[in-house]
């Protein structure tokens, strides 16, 4: 069964950029999370979809925003991009919705930065 | 949402059992407890999961006390592959975002 995939692996944006971040979950998986890790912050939680809807949010400015596909597979957008948004991008799938203590399986992410 | 507390540093050196502690005081009722592994520049990895009492699997044993405000992860006869960040992450109810700690950094030496 593959794996969370994350596209791409890297990107280098200029500050004032927005972008647009992907994640294909497990197959069967219908709820994918995102996270952004920072050395000084650790995991911080963005938000949580489920079948399209999004049912959680994290404490980050409304320039992040995400949706999720018919098909489960995510993305998420980061507008006006700042410095301080330089960081790894993880996405996570799980089958919650179903199976609410399923684990989370995340993807390598994206290694975004902000120059 | 159950607050994680961990340890943020351990050592230790190869071959050794390393037990890693979490106390997750207002855990709720249904709220089951997870650990995973982080590698750099990757996504942390399920390790193992439990509800009370003891869980073991190929990689490692899982520790519940009946009162279930803790839990401690026992990584036997550690290698340096083993060197990695543990976080231990408690809940269940789905509609409820699952918030990580700061995890535990492991450094097993030779």
């Known amino acids: 069964k593959a794996g969370v995939t994350q596209t791409p692996r890297y990107l280098i944006k200029t500050r004032g950029q927005q972008v647009t971040l992907s994640c294909s979950p497990i197959s069967g998986h219908r709820s994918v999370s995102w996270y952004q890790q920072t050395p000084g912050q650790g995991l911080q939680f963005l938000f949580e979809y489920f079948s399209e809807t999004q049912r959680n949010k994290g404490n980050f400015p409304g320039r992040f925003s995400g949706r999720q596909f018919s098909n489960s597979r995510s993305e998420m957008n980061v507008s006006t991009l700042e410095l301080g948004d330089s960081a790894l991008y993880l996405c996570?799938?799980?089958?919650?919705?179903?199976?609410?203590?399923?684990?989370?399986?995340f993807g390598n992410g994206t290694r975004l930065t902000v120059t | 949402l159950a607050k994680t507390t961990q340890p943020i540093s351990m050592d230790s050196y190869e071959g050794q059992e390393v037990n890693i502690t979490c106390s997750h005081n207002n855990i709720a009722t249904n709220d089951y407890i997870t650990w995973y592994q982080q590698f750099p520049s990757q996504g942390p990895r399920f390790i193992i999961q439990g509800y009370k009492t003891k869980v073991t699997n190929e990689v490692a044993s899982l520790f519940i006390p009946a009162d279930r405000k803790s839990s401690t992860l026992s990584l036997p006869r550690v290698s340096l592959s083993d060197t990695a960040v543990y976080y231990c992450l408690v809940g269940y109810q789905a509609g409820t975002a699952l918030i990580f700690g700061k995890g535990t950094t492991l450094s097993v030496s030779s």
């Open positions: 996570a799938s799980s089958a919650r919705d179903i199976t609410p203590q399923s684990p989370l399986h």
